[in-house]
């Protein structure tokens, strides 16, 4: 067994601040809520009801994955935020129309209570909202010492041990690495000069790693994967994960494409398209914010089937995407693909996968995870890109040598077999004839 890493313990109460406070963050507040009268089960959380797996399988060590390592418990969690509206989380869960009424009226006093911070915004990156909750600054440099003063006021008003930052904010619009983004002199310099290669995301990425506070990324927004705050993040030791959530269709990508490979069934087409209704899918209609979000999507097949080595099955695939905003469905979108495999001989075969559901129920638990998984690290010392939290994001951050592993199942057991090194036991590689010999 490897030696255990030292993790301090999760005492006090932790905060949870979402850039952000619309149908995902809400929805978010709310369920903790719930789970904390015992009003539901936090179903999709695998820091809640997720196991793993010790020693060998004739030793039958199989404990929670929250009995295992030391995480913060949900009772001991503070919600906040920001947003561009001045919506309550109440009334802004009631608008988003994830959750029914009865759930959000049984927590109503605890959402009423949480009021976000004005937001750091810019019509450049979200051209489809009219916000009327924002900030006043002279340079984004200003902006980002008001995102710091906020973190320490919400630290105080709430007696605060430990912060963390998950942005669920909409997606802003297609941004490639610029000059301003890779040295942290430089950035910093943009920031003063308000360059407007300077995100909003950004802005919030920079003020959390100042305050220490880990962060991530749950928008296919460049925000923190940029060499100059990756660089900071691993010069004050502070975590950071992203990016995009892995939610809906791109979750099943990464479940049946492995399956595919691993039976070394061919591929001749992928066909996936959307419809949704929520802020998010208006923001989408906005052709700089969707190439954010189509970039993200895509990226998924080639690092999980590597046409690089298996041409003859995976070497032109023909893979597209699209984003449709429909707004009767509001937040209840519909993802529908179209697999064209061929088999023994090179006969053809198709898979239809028709996914219908809320976006926010499959982002929430995505969001607590990530909270105390951040936290965890931080306890633990690990500072830098957290690629063991790749098994949550469409985009996986890795270090620029790396290319991101995709495979749902890959990243399940690298997240498991950090949190094993975490503790010294010994990591499972599933080896074949050791039960045998």
């Known amino acids: 067994m490897a030696d255990a890493r030292e993790v301090r313990e999760a ?149 605060l041990d430990r912060v963390v930052m998950v942005s669920c904010s909409s997606t802003e619009a297609y941004l490639q690495p610029q000059k301003a983004h890779f040295a942290l002199e430089d950035f910093e310099a943009a920031m003063d000069a308000s360059d407007p290669a300077i995100s909003p995301s950004m802005v919030y990425a920079y003020a959390a790693l100042m305050e220490g506070v880990p962060y991530a990324n749950g928008a296919p927004s460049l925000a923190v994967d940029i060499p100059a705050l990756t660089q900071l993040a691993g010069e004050r030791g502070v975590p950071i994960a992203g990016k995009d959530f892995k939610t809906g269709q791109t979750l099943m990508k990464t479940i049946v494409a492995p399956g595919l490979k691993a039976r070394m069934l061919g591929l001749e087409g992928w066909y996936s398209t959307n419809i949704l209704g929520n802020r998010d899918g208006e923001v989408l209609d906005e052709a700089g914010s969707l190439k954010s979000k189509e970039v993200t999507k895509l990226s998924v097949l080639d690092t999980i089937l590597r046409p690089d080595v298996h041409p003859e099955l995976y070497g032109d695939i023909t893979h597209l995407v699209k984003i449709n905003y429909y707004p009767p469905r509001g937040d209840a979108k519909e993802g529908w693909d179209n697999i064209d495999l061929f088999g023994w001989l090179g006969y053809p075969m198709q898979i239809k996968i028709n996914l219908l559901a809320r976006d926010s129920i499959l982002a929430a638990p995505i969001v607590l995870d990530l909270a105390l998984f951040l936290d965890l690290a931080q306890r633990a010392g690990m500072g830098g890109i957290q690629e063991w939290l790749s098994f949550f994001f469409k985009s996986p951050m890795t270090p620029p040598e790396l290319y991101p592993e995709h495979d749902l199942f890959v990243q399940q057991m690298k997240l498991e077999n950090t949190l094993r090194a975490m503790r010294g036991e010994g990591l499972l590689t599933h080896p074949g004839p050791d039960y045998y010999e």
């Open 11 to 159: 005492s006090g109460k932790l905060g949870v601040l979402t850039q952000g406070m619309g149908a995902v963050a809400t929805t978010f507040f709310a369920g903790v809520e719930l789970i904390k009268r015992g009003l539901a089960d936090p179903v999709g959380s695998l820091t809640q009801l997720g196991t793993i797996r010790l020693g060998e399988r004739t030793e039958d060590r199989m404990p929670k994955i929250k009995d295992f390592v030391p995480l913060a418990g949900t009772e001991d969690l503070v919600f906040g935020g920001w947003d561009a509206f001045p919506d309550d989380a109440y009334e802004a869960a009631a608008h988003a129309g994830v959750l029914e009424k009865e759930h959000l009226n049984a927590v109503r006093e605890e959402l009423k209570e949480i009021r976000p911070f004005p937001a750091v915004f810019d019509p450049r990156y979200v051209a489809r909202i009219e916000a009327t909750h924002t900030k006043g600054y002279g340079s984004l440099r200003e902006a980002s010492e008001q995102v710091r003063e906020d973190i320490r006021a919400f630290k105080e008003q709430n007696d």
